[in-house]
């Protein structure tokens, strides 16, 4: 039996980070998580792209724009909270469905960082309180994920 499984490795690695200015106060909290996993893990500032959209429905199509730039793998961060109307639940659904579909047209990860919650206090504990960072849990599976990817078909070049 022989096992393929992707290191949490960063050093020479391209990142792009696209993310929602909506519910800012969240989002860069999950950005400064991301930030903080890849240094740690050898990414350098220089090599992290980070491209804001007004808000979470616009996430799917920026990361569109740049698939074929040179990045090894594309971080999708915001938060999405529960309103009064189900426009929520629309939303979340065609973020959901955007990410995905990049993940299976693509040849890098495209991961999802996205947070839904029903209320903000549950948007703030999972940006870095009660219950961890996502962004940093995104950043964590990019980098794996982006060494997998390279070990399934390593003669792929960026872009």
């Known amino acids: 039996m022989k096992e393929i499984k992707g290191n949490l490795v960063g050093k020479g690695k391209k990142i792009a980070i696209v993310i929602s200015r909506f519910n800012e106060f969240i989002s860069k909290r999950l950005l400064d998580g991301a930030i903080d996993c890849l240094a740690r ?24 724009r740049i698939r074929n730039m040179k990045y090894d793998c594309v971080l999708c961060l915001g938060a999405i909270i529960r309103g009064d109307t189900p426009h929520f639940e629309y939303l979340a659904s065609e973020v959901t469905k955007g990410i995905a579909a990049l993940n299976l047209e693509k040849g890098i990860p ?29 950043a964590i599976t990019g980098l794996e994920l982006a060494d997998l990817y390279a070990k399934i078909n390593p003669v792929r070049k960026r872009g």
């Open 110 to 138: 495209f991961v999802y960082g996205i947070i839904t919650a029903d209320t903000t206090d549950q948007a703030v504990e999972r940006a870095g309180t009660k219950m961890g960072n996502k962004g940093w849990d995104a």
């Open 41 to 64: 893990h050898g990414v350098s500032g220089q090599d992290i792209f980070v491209y804001w959209t007004p808000g979470s429905f616009e996430i799917p199509g920026v990361a569109c």
